[in-house]
């Protein structure tokens, strides 16, 4: 971490501009600790993810901020993972329909038809965190386990929201709404880790 001013909480790089993810993590650690994005300190770089996994993505997104701009840094990267699938699309969920860009509404189309006459729908959702402070590297992961539906259901949330619904609740993400879903997904259990080991340094 590095301490700025004496009266400023120390800062922490978090590598996205998702600006919903920057306001979740900025209202956790408010006044303790303060998150800057990649924007704050001027990287415009397309990182590259090249990894095979969510945490080596996360890592390589983590230790591109750490050894080009210095900074203490954490990073993110979530995957869906589909049983009758053998765990696609994973690392690929962004760019599951098309290689070369995200299009959601095409992605849960192909996750629709891909599982048409499948009768194990079991899915989880899997975020993994990566963190480089004070010269060591930690991994956090949340999951969230549950059945992708055989139609999009509700209007709430981004992504495969629509599809995909989390075990115990009989309601797709999208349609128990983003308060709900911010206490239970996986990247909210991937964070409440990070949060836990940050809050006992
Ligand atoms: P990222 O690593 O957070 O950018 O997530 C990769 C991809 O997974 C996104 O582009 C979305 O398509 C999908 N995704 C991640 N988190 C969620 C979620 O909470 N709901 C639905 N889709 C998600």
């Excluded at 009758?84 to 959601?104: I, Q």
């Excluded at 996750?111 to 993994?128: H, I, N, P, V």
Aim: aromatic share 8%; glycine share 6%; charged share 30%.
């Amino acid at each position: 971490m590095t301490t700025l001013h004496t009266d400023t909480p120390p800062s922490l790089v978090f590598a996205t501009n998702n600006a919903h993810k920057l306001s979740e993590i900025r209202a956790i650690f408010a006044g303790k600790l303060q998150i800057l994005s990649l924007a704050d300190i001027d990287c415009h770089d397309d990182i590259p993810e090249t990894a095979d996994t969510l945490e080596g993505n996360a890592l390589i997104k983590a230790r591109w901020v750490k050894e080009k701009y210095g900074y203490d840094c954490f990073a993110d990267d979530t995957g869906l993972e589909v049983t009758a699938l053998d765990g696609r699309p994973g690392v690929h969920t962004a760019r599951y329909a098309y290689p070369d860009r995200h299009d959601p509404e095409a992605n849960t189309q192909k996750l629709l038809s891909e599982l048409k006459d499948k009768a194990d729908r079991t899915a989880q959702f899997r975020t993994a965190i990566a963190l480089i402070l004070d010269g060591e590297e930690h991994v956090f992961e949340g999951v969230v386990r549950g059945q992708i539906a055989t139609e999009k259901r509700g209007t709430e949330g981004f992504g495969y929201d629509p599809v995909f619904i989390p075990e115990d609740t009989g309601r797709t993400f999208a349609e128990l709404g983003t308060e709900v879903k911010n206490k239970i997904s996986h990247r909210a259990r991937a964070v409440a880790h990070l949060v836990e080991f940050l809050q006992s340094k």
